[in-house]
């Protein structure tokens, strides 16, 4: 049984104390709209929260304004607390079209007591089956937790509080697609899949716990937007405000990221052999 006991509280407290001092103040109604759910979604607060609501009629969802091409994304979410079964939050970037581009994280909700499942994808021209998805070592629905996409020419880097929990790198060099000419949108919503979310589909949403609601403050883009065809960022490689153009993982984070898929990652991609009896993905060689 996961127990929220394992969680190494003196090694990532310096991690969540400076993540959560990083994050800067946001007004959502600048940044994001509210595209569907019938009042369902709602920005509050003078704008600093944002919260999307599940019901037995209808969820809801929000989409960025703005489009970006390469950037540092952080948001902090607080998900459905109490028996989420059933229930899913998706936090996204994605393109448009038949052959898309995306970058996942989708929170996967559970009964009373057990632990959210979050899972990640990576999308390129219209193909992923590249799901990674751990087990958090903490309560994700006690308090808000900041979830974090660096995404740049080099590599796309999941990161929790800090920690760095997935890196899909450019492996173009070995046939590999790699997001990086469709400008992305933000995206979230909240919504039913009880048909498969939770243990495939055999524990249901339990309605009589709704509305289910899920919270979100100090988004952050430290990012490149696309507007008109072009980019806000033509000299992102050398400004010297822009270090995440160029960031890589070190040796500490690189470490933590070990940690982290050693202890909580539950299912990878890379170690399914008979879902590709052709052969696994050519990336999964050079992990």
Known sequence: MFSFSSFKFTLLLPLMVGCLMAASASNFNNDFDIT???????????????????????????????????GKIDMQLKLVP?????????????SKGSTWDEIDFEFLGNLSGDP????TNVFSQGKGNREQQFYPWFDPTADFHTYSILWNPQSIIFSVDGTPIREFKNMESIGVPF???QPMRIYSSLWNADDWATRGG???????????????RNFNADACVWSNGASSCKS??????????????????QRRLQWVQKNYMIYNYCNDANRFPQGL???????
């Open 36 to 70: 569907w759910g019938d009042g369902r979604g709602k920005i509050v607060n003078n704008g600093e929260v944002l919260t999307l609501s599940l019901d037995k009629s209808s969820g809801s969802g929000f989409q960025s304004k703005n489009e970006y091409l390469f």
């Open 82 to 94: 109490g028996n989420s079964a059933g229930t899913v939050t998706a936090y996204y970037l994605s």
């Open 116 to 119: 959210y499942i979050l899972h």
């Open 179 to 181: 997001p990086k000419n």
């Open 202 to 216: 055999l524990v249901k949403t339990d309605w009589t716990q709704a509305p289910f609601t899920a919270s979100y």
């Open 236 to 253: 992102t490689a050398t400004s010297t405000n822009s270090a995440w153009f160029s960031q890589e993982m070190d040796s500490a984070k």
């Open 281 to 287: 993905p050519p990336e999964c060689s050079m992990s």
